[in-house]
Structure formats: C-alpha cells, structure tokens
C-alpha cells in the first residue's frame, strides 16, 4: 500500500471515531429495587428459617408440654401441714391452676387418691357456676380456704386455695375420675381455677418455691 492511500485510510477512520457519540443507557430506579428485591427476599428468608428451624444442638432433649410453654410454675411445701405439698400453675393473664404436687402425702398412701370430695365448709365447691366477663358469683376465699378432700384407702386430705382470690372453677371430672390424680395431677387432674388480685398474687408467690427450688427441696422423694 503507498503511502498516500495509507494517510487516505487512516483519515477516514477517525473521521468516523469523531462522529461516534457515546450512548448512554438509563437505569431506572425500579430495575435496582427489582435486583435487589430477590436478596432482601433471600436475607428475610434465612432469617425466617433461623426462627422456625433451630440448629439442632439448641433444641432441648424432650419438648416441653403445654404446661410447661403456657404457664410458670410454682411449689407451696408443706402447705398448713407437712407433707401437704401443691403446684400453682400462672398463666400470663394471671389465672392459677391449683393441683396437688407430685410429692404431696396422699399419693404415698397404696392406691394412692381414691374419691375427691368438694363438700367441704358450708358449701359444695362443685356447685360454683362462674358466669360472664365479671365472673358473676364466684367467691373469694383466703389461700388456706379448702377446696375439696382427697380420700386415700386409710385417709382423707384437705386441699386447699394456696392463694387469696375467687374460685372460678373445680375441676368436677375429679368425683367421677379420682384416678386423673394419681395419673395426670398436673395437668387433667387439676383441682381448681383461681383468680387472685395483682396485689394478693405478689404477696403469695413470695412463700412459693420455683421449680428448682422445689426439686433440690424434695430431692430425697422426687422422682424425676
């Protein structure tokens, strides 16, 4: 190639680089939020599965019962007489299930709870009908109030309020089904419902034990 054709080319070329203009692409807002929507997306998703599938070293070796996940649980040993043993069972919206602690003396006696008898005082505790938001009749009693007998082969029990408050229910299934005691006293062998005042609730749990508490209490009797 000479060298005149040779400047000839070379002068087109940058001609046409001169004439190139330099396209701009516009990136609209939404195009970044929809690229960064699937890692938001993906960041709340790790979280959500941190939350529902915990790692399995965290996970305790039995899960814990309705009782245990609803309530916080109270011990009052010895409740008026040795070996007379309750649970108080607080709901967050302050109810108390009353029950007979697993070391309480009548399940020591053979056959264990026999008959549960709620004619107890000057009335039948089974008769209570609680109605309505105002929980309209229901009766206040003192924490050492009996709420029923439980009668053993040999013996009979007085079980008691453990706090001030009104009694909202007995649990009836026990007169037909005394055996719910012996097998489920935490739970469908429950003995009553009671609602205490704030003020009332404060100064009992102070004479109550925790759960620990309680164990290292009854380590010598309680079966774990």
């Keep these: 190639m000479t060298e005149q054709n040779a400047d000839e080319t070379n002068t087109v070329q940058t001609s046409n680089l001169e004439n190139v203009k330099p396209t701009i692409v516009a990136c609209s807002h939404s195009d970044t939020a929809q690229k960064s929507e699937p890692l938001i997306e993906e960041l709340q998703d790790e979280e959500l599965r ?16 309705a009782v245990e996940s609803n309530f916080a649980t109270y011990f009052a040993p010895d409740f008026t007489k040795p070996g007379h043993d309750q649970y108080v069972h607080r709901h967050a919206n302050g109810l108390c299930i009353i029950g ?16 549960v008898d709620f004619n107890v005082g000057k009335s039948d505790r089974s008769g209570i009908k609680v109605s309505g938001k105002r929980k309209k009749n229901a009766q206040h009693f003192e924490s050492n109030t009996a709420l029923c007998k ?53 100064k009992a749990k102070t004479t109550f034990l925790g759960i620990e508490e309680y164990r290292e209490l009854r380590k010598d009797t309680l079966q774990l």
């Design 100 to 115: 007979l602690a697993p070391t309480h003396i009548a399940f020591k006696d053979e056959g264990g709870v026999t008959s």
């Design 150 to 202: 439980a009668c053993t082969k040999d013996a009979s029990y007085i079980v008691r309020c453990c706090v001030k408050g009104s009694l909202l229910e007995v649990n009836d299934r026990l007169i037909k089904q005394p055996e719910l005691l012996n097998s489920s006293a935490d739970r469908e062998g429950y003995i009553a419902i009671m609602m205490p005042r704030p003020a009332d609730w404060i």
């Design 50 to 65: 941190k939350l529902l599938v915990p790692k399995l070293e965290n996970l305790p070796i039995s899960p814990p019962s």
